[in-house]
Nanobody
Framework: QVQVVESGGGLVQAGGSLRLSCTVS????????????MAWFRQAPGKQREEVSG????????YYRDDVKGRFTISRDNVKSMLYLQMNDLRPEDTATYYC???????????????????WGKGTLVTVFS
């Protein structure tokens, strides 16, 4: 059973930074972390889950939603089976629960909807106050 654990969320003042991390383990036999496109999604109370950023299996191609471009950076370490999201210049509107997710690279691009993903973490809460 796949285990996906996010960490790094917290309470931060506007303009501050956080670094989210995600570790993946327990993949099915024959599959590895780099068989998956990885992404960060977020969901604020009362809103739909939305993709924040995605990264291809090699880490060479990325996607960012417009309102985080230039502020957030996604990266991955395939040796450690880790996904990261560096978030700078945080804004109150970034407040949400952030989820790590993976989808098979053969059918999942860096820009993907929630239904394209094969596994999810339980999320980590990011709260930005002004």
């Amino acid at each position: 059973q796949v285990q996906v654990v996010e960490s790094g969320g917290g309470l931060v003042q506007a303009g501050g930074s956080l670094r989210l991390s995600c570790t993946v383990s327990g993949l099915s036999p024959g599959l590895a972390f780099d068989d998956y496109t990885m992404a960060w999604f977020r969901q604020a109370p009362g809103k739909q889950r939305e993709e924040v950023s995605g990264i291809n299996w090699r880490g060479t191609s990325t996607y960012y939603r417009d309102d985080v471009k230039g502020r957030f950076t996604i990266s991955r370490d395939n040796v450690k089976s880790m996904l990261y999201l560096q978030m700078n210049d945080l804004r109150p509107e970034d407040t949400a629960t952030y989820y790590c997710a993976g989808g098979r690279r053969e059918r999942t691009g860096e820009r993907a909807g929630p239904r394209a993903m094969d596994y999810w973490g339980k999320g980590t809460l990011v709260t930005v106050f002004s």
